[in-house]
């Protein structure tokens, strides 16, 4: 157990802990992170706890917390006749697919703003970030109609995950990520590569990009959760259920009536691959709310 | 960092021509730099601007499979106002908002405090109360739409009923739906603004705390003295994110009660996406969403103005 002496932030200092009644409440503070930390585990731990009950358990009154039956085959069963495969695949080709075009089409607006600096640039910058205190609700039915319609070319993009795409690509977040890091990148780096006959697009790529590590994995950590769990636009777009991901076939589950056991596992299947991202890499993602929130 | 990019060009102030090139020059440079970000400005363009334009454009005519088709003035607004549903969802949509401030405002503030102290599984802690955050939003509605199913089945009721209360009909009771959707969006996004608390809290001196515990000072005199005047701009910024983002809930309704019971946890959001995808009158959508759009600008702008205030 560590010692309070090591207490180094905070309100109550080390020297405050040597009073007995500061340790108390600094107990009574301890119990109540405790409670929420169970509050906030409680219901994935109950989806996946729930997802190996056989339905007899599940139908019991009263339900059962810790489950009684163990059936890990179900959870097999259930992924191949709901066809989860079908649908991890097309989350995975439409969260590569955001991927691509939030790096690049983001990475390289936040390049120019940063380092080309053309005339105009800082007037594009403030237009796109004022995109990000705009609310969204408005642009719903005329990006629909983007969608299905495309004006002079009249093409439709339905049944595709292009529309999530070019979403991805206008992200005034990201490009505000990118631009704020690329800016404390040396500039005599630049100037180095550009003596040597290096042109911008080839400074993006072998200067700038292998510089940038850690913002590229904390947007693409962001944009592929992101991805994950999007469910109005592709619910919207995609109306051939081949096509359909993970979230919309979740939503889709709870009007088709399955049974609740099954859902469970759908449920497991959903929090499963975001979970383990998490695990991996948790302080990459923290990080990443930290430097966005504080300028947004 | 200033660009030193001019190293080619002489400095000849008479001659015509090097002006041109240096002109020719500053041209293709800049020409250049747009055509690498074209594509961003496209997409900006077509995504993020032409459509909140144009939804304010068309929110004045007829639509006919999305197209324009007469000028009709504010009938549609009128249309929208006069709707028996429009005052049940803006009531209900304040409604959300009231409950948010109420339910969500202060947890993440007291967590990120309590959190800071800790020196005892500090780290355990902080990744099971973001571990929500991860849960995709339709997977954390479904989740506590089961937790809250009524009769006996729900693991709620079986709570209720181990300390001896009856059975309660949760989503189903038309008070209970607006505070209990938004709990289930608490318990996600608590994280969140957590993280940004604490990261403003790790930014306090430590030394302020020190030399006033010398003072004699105790916890609330130096959580109200210290802490507060520290995180007073985020939690002003994080208030008014709160309440845009509150004021534009939909999803969660939608998968969770999909507005019911009779219409009591209907959103202005639900309502427009009903209008344009289920009732299928896109033009009243618009007429609705330009109305929200307009408060939501109204709140924005009072922030600004107030940030000002607070940074002089």
């Not at chain 1, 983007?146 to 690509?169: K, R």
């Not at chain 2, 028996?84 to 405002?105: D, E, Q, R």
């Not at chain 2, 130096?222 to 994110?241: A, E, N, Q």
Request: hydrophobic share 50%.
């Amino acid at each position: 157990m560590r010692a309070f002496s090591e207490k180094s932030s905070g309100i109550i200092t080390s020297l405050d802990l040597k009073k007995r009644h500061v340790q108390i409440g600094y107990w009574c503070l301890f119990a109540l992170l405790a409670v929420i930390s169970t509050i906030c585990l409680f219901p994935p731990l109950w989806v996946f706890m729930s997802s190996f009950k056989d339905l007899k358990e599940f139908l019991t009154v009263p339900p059962t917390i810790i489950p009684r039956s163990f059936h890990p085959e179900k959870v097999i069963e259930v992924w191949k006749t709901l066809r989860f495969a079908t649908y991890y695949r097309n989350t995975i080709v439409m969260a590569i697919g955001e991927l691509i075009f939030c790096i690049f089409v983001n990475g390289l607006a936040g390049y120019v703003i940063s380092r080309l600096r053309p005339k105009g640039a800082s007037l594009y910058y403030k237009l796109v970030l004022w995109t990000m205190m705009l609310p969204a609700s408005i642009s719903m039915v005329p990006l629909f109609k983007l969608f299905i319609d495309f004006p002079w070319l009249h093409f439709s993009m339905l049944n595709t995950y292009v529309p999530m795409w070019l979403m991805a690509g206008a992200n005034a977040f990201n490009v505000m990520l990118f631009k704020n890091f690329f800016d404390t990148i040396p500039d005599s780096y630049v100037e180095a590569a550009r003596i040597d006959g290096c042109s911008d697009l080839g400074i993006f790529a072998k200067i700038i990009m292998p510089l940038s590590v850690p913002i590229l994995i904390v947007v693409a950590i962001f944009s592929v959760n992101f991805s994950w769990e999007a469910f109005f636009w592709p619910y919207l777009v995609i109306r051939d259920k081949k096509l359909d991901t993970v979230a919309v076939q979740l939503f889709k589950m709870k009007s088709s009536g399955f049974s609740e056991d099954k859902y469970m596992i759908a449920l497991l299947f959903s929090i499963l691959p975001p979970a383990l991202v998490f695990i991996f890499f948790q302080k990459y993602m923290i990080q990443g709310i930290t430097m966005s929130g504080i300028k947004g | 960092m200033k660009p030193t990019r001019r190293i080619a060009v002489k400095p000849a102030a008479g001659a015509p021509r090097e002006r041109t090139n240096r002109w020719l020059n500053a041209f293709t440079r800049n020409g250049k730099a747009w055509m690498i970000v074209l594509p961003s400005v496209l997409l900006f363009y077509f995504i993020m601007w032409r459509p909140i334009a144009e939804g304010v454009f068309l929110s004045f005519f007829k639509l006919e499979n999305y197209q324009a088709a007469g000028f009709v003035g504010f009938q549609n607004y009128r249309e929208v106002l006069s709707d028996t549903l429009f005052l049940g969802a803006l009531k209900n949509t304040f409604g959300y908002v009231f409950w948010s401030l109420l339910i969500s405002f202060l947890p993440p503030i007291i967590i990120a405090v309590a959190l800071n102290e800790m020196v005892h599984l500090k780290g355990l802690f902080k990744f099971s109360i973001y571990f929500p955050v991860i849960v995709p939003t339709v997977a954390a509605a479904l989740i506590w739409y089961f937790l809250y199913l009524p009769g006996d089945g729900g693991i709620l009721n079986m709570l209720r009923h181990s300390i001896g209360l009856k059975n309660s009909e949760w989503l189903q009771n038309p008070i209970l739906t607006i505070p209990l959707i938004i709990t289930s969006m608490t318990w996600r996004g608590c994280g969140t603004s957590m993280v940004l608390y604490l990261a403003a809290l790790q930014g306090v001196n430590q030394e302020l705390y020190e030399a006033s515990t010398i003072d004699g000072a105790g916890f609330f005199l130096k959580l109200r003295y210290i802490t507060f005047p520290h995180l007073s701009p985020i939690i002003l910024l994080l208030l008014v994110r709160q309440i845009v983002g509150i004021f534009q809930v939909m999803v969660e309704p939608m998968t969770m009660t999909g507005g019911g019971p009779n219409n009591a946890s209907l959103s202005l959001n639900l309502q427009g996406y009903n209008y344009a995808f289920v009732y299928f009158q896109p033009e009243r959508a618009l007429a609705l969403n330009v109305i929200t759009f307009v408060i939501l600008l109204g709140i924005t702008v009072f922030y600004f103005r107030l940030d000002k205030k607070l940074s002089i």
